[in-house]
């Protein structure tokens, strides 16, 4: 077993710093004696030896604790998960038995929320472009709400729906001064289309204010604007919406000291602003519905790659190429997303270096994270982790270069299960009609 500082001189532990931050890693991240990293009970070696590599790693207990969180913070609120973050049919049934709601905005997430066992009535329908196919089958099933996002869908739908419907119209809230939801026209428009229609049951209205927001006043001040629509709709057309779904997009931390919205301060701020705005507008409370996706799965998940190379270049930079790459993580090229990456196999040892994790693909953009600190002993056959890869990993991962999709592996208690497995050749060439 390989002796560390903290065993020579156990009294530095209490000051170090963790090795794996736990405002990045999933809750039961942490190194076992031989240094390696352990999620759910389970070295990660463990996976990589069973599974290969790359590999999605969920934390079950992660994702449950976030998603028992924001329920018991919220109360009062409805937490809808958005699925579009990860899902699979296990994480349907993860959600479900938490006791959320579930937002989908495709037939094929719709379908693995019924396969999953979500109560259709619980289910949100989102979507800016939904088709006639995936309407239709949101109205056959019977999913408990759907938001529409232009007046064709609300055409569409209303043609689709043999029975009463219950729908949200999404708006935008204008937070410059004198700012309007319904302001344009759109808006107003789409609420009279709706109300025209009898089996179309307008209950509220939908807004999303983007991603990685840190600020809960942001909602705040979106409720106040939502309320003042609905006071409008009141006031014009004689209906009280029930409802406002506020969103997700809710931020979380990717590097160490990286900002991320506080759940308990949120629901403070919900209740103050409700209270607030529907005593000026003289408005019955609604319920506040809201969607974190990433805010649930985000931290619960971490990817695996083997190192395949070390190479240096003339200029002193050197790059770190691992077995993955932008096809089961875009978010890097798509958006300049940040990594908090580790050696997973071992103590680091020695001194650290500044490296560059590149993909498989040669590609400029075909990185994993840019001048990160790892140690200067890296060699092939290490294990790497890259942390917070649970939401818009998994579920926008491709086949570029036809190289399959990594295998999500769920882990708890000591126990690691197969959620989805890895995609084969043989199933890519199986759409291959040539």
Known sequence: MTTTLVDVLPSIGYAAPPRFD??????????????R??????????????????????????????????????????????GKSLLSIAVARWVREEGLSLDVCSAGELTTAIAGGVDRARIVMHGNAKSIEELRAAVRVGVGRIVVDSCMEI???AGLASRRQRVLIRVTPDFSANGD????????????????????????LHCHLGSQVTDPASYGEAIRRMVAATADIRAKHGVILTELNIGGGHGIPYLPGDPELDVDELAGVIDEALDAACAVERFPRPVVVVEPGRGISGRAGVTLYRVCAVKTQPDGRTF??????????????????????????????????RVTVAGRHCEAGDEI????????DLHPGDLLAVACTGAYNHSMASNYNMVGRPPLV???DGRTRELVRRETTADLLARDRG
């Open 37 to 82: 990293l352990c999620i759910g009970d389970v070295p990660l070696t463990d996976i990589a030896d069973e599974f290969r590599t790359p590999a999605y790693v969920i934390d079950e207990a992660d994702f449950r604790y976030r998603a028992r969180h924001y329920r018991q913070a919220l109360r009062g609120t409805e937490v809808v998960y958005a």
């Open 320 to 353: 770190v190429v691992v077995d993955g790459g932008m096809s089961d993580n875009p978010r890097v090229a798509l958006y300049g997303a940040k990594h908090t990456v580790a050696l997973a196999n071992r103590h680091p040892l020695g001194r650290r270096q």
């Open 155 to 157: 055409t569409y739908l």
């Open 22 to 35: 736990p405002a990045i890693w999933p809750v039961t991240a942490h190194a076992d004696e031989e240094g």
């Open 181 to 204: 939801v319904l302001g344009g026209g759109q808006a107003a428009e789409a609420v009279a289309r709706v109300l025209a229609h009898p089996n179309l049951d307008l209950i509220g």
């Open 369 to 376: 994270a840019r001048d990160i600190e790892l140690p200067a």
């Open 410 to 412: 769920a882990v708890k």
